[in-house]
C-alpha cells in the first residue's frame, strides 16, 4: 500500500521569505512523486514530479522539490514566495509498475504567505 | 486548447437518489480517473479508465460507477446517495495512462445531499 504523510496543516511565511511544505511518503517499491496545487473552488494543478534523476526538480512559478530517498521525503521549496501563493498544496505519490495508476495523495497543507 | 471539462459545476440530490457527472478529458487524452475529495481532505481515488477499460478502482462501494466512451469521455455514477457522498468530485485525464505522466485536473463538481 502506498501512503502520503503532510505533517503540517498549515504554514505561514512573510513574503519574499522562502518557503517549504513538507511531505514524506511510503511505497513498496520505487515511487513517482507530485506535487499539485488547488486554489478555491478550482481543481487541482500540477506543479512538478519527480520520475528519477537529479533529486532536485523544478517546476511551474518557481517551484522546486527535493527527492530524499533515505528519508522518503519529497519537500516543496521556493526562495522567494509571493502572496499569490496563498493556496492548498497536495503532495501525491505513485508506485512505479504497480499497474494501476491510482494516485494517493495527502491532506494537504495550506499556505499563506503574509504581505 | 480546452482543459478537462466537468459538468455539471454543482448539484444538490437527497438521499437515495441515482446521480451521473461527466467529464470530457482534454483532447489527444486516453486516460480518465476519478477522485472524491471531502471538505479538508485529499482528493480520494476513485476509479481510472484507459482505453474504455477499468484499469483501477479504489476503495469505494459498488454503488459507485464508471464508464469511458469511444471519445474517451467519461461518466461516473453514483446510486442511492448517502450523506456522506456530499463531496468534490474530481476528473483527471492524462495522456496515456502511465504512471510517470501528471494527471491534469478539471475543476470538478460539488456534490451536496440533502
Known amino acids: 500500500a502506498q501512503s502520503v504523510a503532510q505533517p503540517e496543516d498549515q504554514v505561514n511565511v512573510a513574503e519574499g521569505n522562502p518557503l517549504t511544505v513538507k511531505c514524506t511518503y511510503s511505497?513498496?517499491?520505487?515511487?513517482?512523486l507530485f506535487w499539485y496545487v488547488q486554489y478555491p473552488n478550482r481543481g487541482l494543478q500540477f506543479l512538478l514530479k519527480?520520475?528519477?534523476?537529479?533529486?532536485l526538480v523544478k517546476g511551474s512559478y518557481g517551484f522546486e522539490a527535493e527527492f530524499n530517498k533515505s528519508q522518503t521525503s519529497f519537500h516543496l521549496k521556493k526562495p522567494s514566495a509571493l502572496v499569490s501563493d496563498s493556496a492548498l498544496y497536495f503532495c501525491?505519490?505513485?508506485?512505479?509498475?504497480?499497474?494501476?495508476?491510482?494516485?494517493?495523495f495527502g491532506k494537504g497543507t495550506k499556505l499563506s504567505v503574509i504581505p | 486548447d480546452a482543459g478537462v471539462t466537468q459538468s455539471p459545476t454543482h448539484l444538490i440530490k437527497t438521499r437515495g437518489q441515482q446521480v451521473t457527472l461527466r467529464c470530457s478529458p482534454i483532447?489527444?487524452?486516453?486516460?480518465v480517473s476519478w477522485y472524491q475529495q471531502v471538505l479538508g481532505q485529499g482528493p480520494q481515488f476513485i476509479f481510472q479508465?484507459?482505453?474504455?477499460?477499468?484499469?483501477g478502482r479504489g476503495n469505494f462501494p459498488d454503488r459507485f460507477s464508471a464508464r469511458q466512451f469511444p471519445n474517451y469521455s467519461s461518466e461516473l455514477n453514483v446510486n442511492a446517495l448517502l450523506l456522506g457522498d456530499s463531496a468534490l468530485y474530481l476528473c483527471?485525464?492524462?495522456?496515456?495512462?502511465?504512471?510517470?505522466?501528471?494527471?491534469?485536473f478539471g475543476d470538478g463538481t460539488r456534490l451536496s445531499i440533502l
Open positions: 483527471a485525464s492524462s495522456l496515456m495512462g502511465q504512471g510517470n505522466q501528471p494527471q491534469h
Open positions: 511505497v513498496s517499491g520505487n515511487p513517482y
Open positions: 519527480y520520475i528519477t534523476g537529479d533529486n
Open positions: 501525491a505519490v505513485r508506485e512505479r509498475g504497480a499497474g494501476s495508476y491510482q494516485l494517493t
Open positions: 483532447s489527444g487524452h486516453k486516460s
Open positions: 479508465y484507459y482505453e474504455k477499460e477499468e484499469r
